[in-house]
């Protein structure tokens, strides 16, 4: 049975969730967008998109992922 009552804190943990999986996702297409343009993303810059959790990060890093010529260009 689904109950209609929430926590503040059951909100905030479901937010955080959804962000959460909403960051693993723009991960995955940021790296997939590099690769399909031939841009090398060294382990380095891997771990630092990997581990970023930040959307708005992720959003600029996407953008300019249609752009760039090197991973540089990318998370400058």
Same mark, same amino acid.
């Given at each position: 049975? +689904? %109950?209609?009552?929430?926590?503040?804190? !059951?909100?905030? *943990?479901? +937010?955080? *969730?959804?962000a /959460?999986?909403? =960051? /693993? *996702?723009?991960? /995955?297409?940021?790296?997939?967008?590099?690769?399909?343009?031939?841009?090398? @993303?060294p382990? !380095? =810059?891997?771990?630092?998109?990997?581990?970023c $959790?930040?959307? $708005?990060?992720?959003?600029?890093? %996407? &953008?300019? +992922? %249609? !752009? +760039?010529?090197?991973? &540089?260009? @990318?998370?400058?």
């Open positions: 049975m +689904a %109950f209609e009552y929430q926590t503040e804190l !059951e909100r905030q *943990g479901e +937010a955080k *969730g959804r /959460k999986g909403m =960051a /693993k *996702g723009m991960i /995955k297409i940021i790296l997939r967008v590099l690769e399909r343009r031939g841009i090398e @993303v382990d !380095e =810059a891997r771990e630092r998109i990997q581990s $959790t930040d959307t $708005t990060q992720l959003e600029q890093w %996407f &953008d300019r +992922a %249609f !752009e +760039a010529t090197t991973i &540089d260009d @990318v998370i400058r």
